[in-house]
T-cell receptor, first 117, second 115 residues
């Protein structure tokens, strides 16, 4: 069965601290995609990154970086030098390519990040 | 604004009433998804369309729920005989299918409160 686990329900940091959000997934498919979305208080889910199962290269985008490790089924997200505007709920999601359900996202429960000034 | 648009943003209804929500996807996107999000949870998949064809429905979608996308453009989600357990945020998303599992773009959602 497919599952995404975000064990950290809430994290609170002080501005300029680095913070890592954990994501562990389960799937039986060999081809799958992993995503991170940000949900600010306004409610709209904002796409951050998409990764396919064959690309284990880590990625950096500004203050954001992602560490994908198939050996531990993890896709962790690090924010460097956090800012108050980073405060939001962050969701990790899984999409499987095999079978007929292409594109449907399976979300974790989210991690609420609060960055205090 | 060329993003995904949902209407209404908020809906309060009495138990037993029917409600209908509308979603306008990004214009060139041929895939459209509906998700439901309850407080403190991640979004849960309800159903999706490729053009006008409804290709998959979740077990969460009871027979009181129906979705349509009549011309492959906008979509509607109707809930009949609403129950308090239907209170949630209903999210619509759209994507292109030319690239495998491309990212979905979400609307701001319709928050339903059943009293």
């Amino acid at each position: 069965a497919q599952k995404v686990t975000q064990a950290q329900t809430e994290i609170s940091v002080v501005e300029k601290e680095d913070v890592t959000l954990d994501c562990v997934y389960e799937t039986r498919d060999t081809t799958y995609y992993l995503f991170w979305y940000k949900q600010p208080p306004s409610g709209e889910l904002v796409f951050l990154i998409r990764r396919n199962s064959f690309d284990e290269q880590n990625e950096i985008s500004g203050r954001y970086s992602w560490n994908f490790q198939k050996s531990t089924s993890s896709f962790n997200f690090t924010i460097t030098a956090s800012q108050v505007v980073d405060s939001a709920v962050y969701f990790c999601a899984l999409s499987e390519a095999d079978g007929g359900s292409q594109g449907n996202l399976i979300f974790g429960k989210g991690t609420k990040l609060s960055v205090k000034p | 604004d060329t993003g995904v648009s949902q209407d209404p943003r908020h809906k309060i209804t009495k138990r037993g009433q029917n409600v209908t929500f509308r979603c306008d996807p990004i214009s060139e996107h041929n895939r459209l998804y509906w998700y439901r999000q309850t407080l403190g949870q991640g979004p849960e998949f309800l159903t999706y369309f490729q053009n006008e064809a409804q290709l998959e429905k979740s077990r969460l979608l009871s027979d009181r729920f129906s979705a349509e996308r009549p011309k492959g453009s906008f979509s509607t989600l109707e809930i009949q005989r609403t129950e308090q357990g239907d209170s949630a945020m209903y999210l619509c998303a759209s994507s292109l299918d030319r690239v495998a599992n491309t990212e979905a773009f979400f609307g701001q959602g319709t928050r339903l409160t059943v009293v």
